[in-house]
């Protein structure tokens, strides 16, 4: 059997067998599996009594804007440190072996199929969403394959870019010139439009259908194809679709008969990934996030004594990452993608929904939670439970600065009352302080000692149940007094409440459990 | 200094440390030698507080999980874990304050300077070498002037300076009467200065010996094969049940050269 062939088929096989062996990660994909069923039988209902479905142009936008989003980062990817398409032991075993790189290429490119596969799974989860636009379960794996495909596209795009620009800064100059290019004329017809004083659907109606759209490689044919197969034009459909997979080809192509020798290209973004892979599982987690970019050193010195070191030297980091200190890049494109939602839609409690959504998954970023997966918090001579408050300090200012610039300017934008604001403020704030707490009861009691995706699984389900209570505190307040204000500050009463119990739970987390590790199983 | 009694710590059905019982004096460099698996890091990472375990860990009489007993310890992991966005300066500043450390400035440039890390104070952490990362890290371990220092190879990625430069370091703890206790599977690094070693096996102390009591030619290489090599036992061997598997000698049996 050939090499290639042979492990693929072996690491399939045996990744079948750990599944049986290890019934924990059987149970997860079940769930998952259930889940996704589940979502789909809730699509038939929310299809039977949907009264009208919103006009395909809003997904055809939404899908445009999220594709160009993963364009965007690879194309930016492929000009830093290119794709991690191989992994260390291919790059070991396979890359000094008697085998024709070709073949070694296109074995990358099958083991990327399996990233992008696992990367649109999510798309799946969406079927009650898709149904809101009058797309059934057959379009819903029209939108998987579309989105997959377009993943696939976008990985050996940023290969091609990595071996065509690396240490050619005029040609990342033109890449960076093209890509801009290329969403140029849609920029300006939308600037135009806006201009003209076009209402939402006329103005979202016409950049969908603009012929602007499909110039554009990857997010726009993705965007438009599906927008053909949704109108019933299968030529439409065909020739997007058709000129993805031909773009697809021909980047192969190029590899291929351009760049035989590509060992080296693709050699930085492997280490680099492995690097950082076992950076992680060794504990090491801010260096396994490191950035990229230079930092320049121009102020140095820590602040606070005892466990406020953790916070002197989070704001020293958080300085040292962005000359906004607190309002990291993260933080920036939050504030205005809220701010840019606040004024579209002109109401703060939609917006104060999304962003909550947002929190859930963006408390991690916080550099307290870090600290517990190194050493030094545990060390220091200082009570547990004031490390553990002094080290999350950072995220919670940050929140309430976040919160203050998004519910303030968005607020006025939105032409809410100040009590409103100063409400939202508090509602975002305290949801962050009870997602630390979340996270701590967490650590302190599975130690982190299961999978990544068990732990998010496991996380997701305690952010619900403890959510509930709240929320049905709150509708109880809207029924009894018929004001959204007491529903909020029910809510807000709630999150306090339950994230300090969240935090008594987990007082022994640096004395009771174990140091958690990163655990990146495949 | 630092005393170990009876600690178990068990990952799932796997027993990592099987009632291992340890000391190690003031003014003394302990070994703990023992192959790959043996359970030697899980021993020190439950004596430096950072796992759960069963039975007691003390440190000059503290409960190790204290905040005296954290104050007079220190902890050189195997992997050294810098802060990127830190300079070399500033992890000394952290510890210095977080540890509320008076005048350790003199101090923190002489280890700076013993470690060549001098000219390197204002790099951040996520610019150099493992290598340097080590050296920053026992810097760091060093610079609150602990009565007992706990190192997990420590020479493991240090040039030839940084390897002399760190015995040479030990060595002045020890005099300094500073409890050492080093794990390490480079026999050579220790031979000349150990006063006790333990050598671990199967999660087991399989053998105490006391320099003093060696007999007379015997070297620590020739006791660690003689207790390694024989009933040789592998991790695997320590999954469920609860006990340790047949290969591990149990306390009674551990051989002894103790004075």
Known sequence: MDVLAYILLTSFKNSLRKLVRKPGKLVLYLIVLGAMVAVLVLSLFTKANLEEVIPLPFFTGIMFLFVAFFLCVSVIQGLSSGSAIFEMQDVNLLFTAPVDSRKILLYGIVRILKTAFFASFFILFNSNTLVLFGIDVSGLFLVFVAFLLSVLVDTIATLVIYCTTNGRPARKRAVRVLLLMMFLPLAVQAFILYGQGTDMMAFIGALTASPYLGFIPVAGWTAAGLSAAFSGDGGGCLLYFGLDVLLGLALTAFILFTNPDYYEDVLVATETAYERTRAAAEGNISYAERPSRSVRVAHTGITGLGARAFLGKHLREDFRQSRLGLLGTASLIVVACALMAAFFIRDLAIVIQILMWAQIFLIGTGRGLKELYSHYIYLVPEPPFTKVVWSNLEITLRTLVEGVLIFGLGGLLAQADALTMVLCIAIYTLFAFLLLGANYVIIRFTGANVTAGILILVYMVEVLLLMAPGLALGFGALALTGSGFMFGLVLAVWELVAGAACFALSRGVLHNCDMPVIRLEK | ?259
Not at chain 2, 62 to 67: A, E, G, H, P, V
Not at chain 2, 112 to 129: I, N, Q, V
Not at chain 2, 223 to 239: K, Q
Request: charged fraction near 25%; charge should be negative; include cysteine.
């Open chain 2, 1 to 259: 200094m630092i005393t170990v009694n009876e600690v178990s710590k068990r990952y799932g059905s796997f027993l990592a440390n099987d009632k291992v019982s340890v000391t190690a004096a003031a003014g003394e460099l302990t070994v703990l030698l023992g192959p790959n698996g043996a359970g030697k890091s899980t021993l020190i990472k439950s004596i430096c507080g950072l796992l759960r375990f069963t039975g007691e860990v003390s440190i000059d009489g503290l409960d190790n999980r204290s905040t005296e007993a954290k104050r007079i310890l220190g902890y050189v992991p195997e992997m050294p874990v810098l802060y990127p966005l830190l300079t070399v300066g500033e992890h000394l500043e952290f510890i210095a304050r977080a540890y509320r450390l008076d005048d350790w400035r003199p101090r923190a440039d002489e280890l700076l300077r013993r470690f060549e890390l001098a000219d390197k104070k204002a790099k951040l952490g996520r610019e150099l070498s493992k290598g340097m990362q080590q050296k920053v890290s026992v810097c760091c371990a060093l610079l609150p002037q602990p009565k007992a220092v706990v190192l997990d190879e420590p020479l493991v990625g240090l040039d030839p300076h940084g390897i002399r430069e760190l015995k040479a370091m030990m060595a002045d703890l020890r005099r300094d009467g500073c409890a050492l206790l080093v794990s390490t599977h480079i026999i050579d690094s220790v031979e000349d200065d150990w006063d006790a070693t333990y050598i671990m096996s199967g999660g087991k102390v399989a053998a105490k010996c006391r320099r003093e009591a060696m007999p007379f030619g015997k070297t620590l290489e020739d006791v660690y094969f003689s207790i390694t090599e024989v009933g040789a036992d592998t991790p695997s061997n320590r999954h469920s049940g609860g006990t340790a598997g047949s290969g591990s000698p149990s306390e009674e049996e551990a051989q002894t050269w103790m004075s």
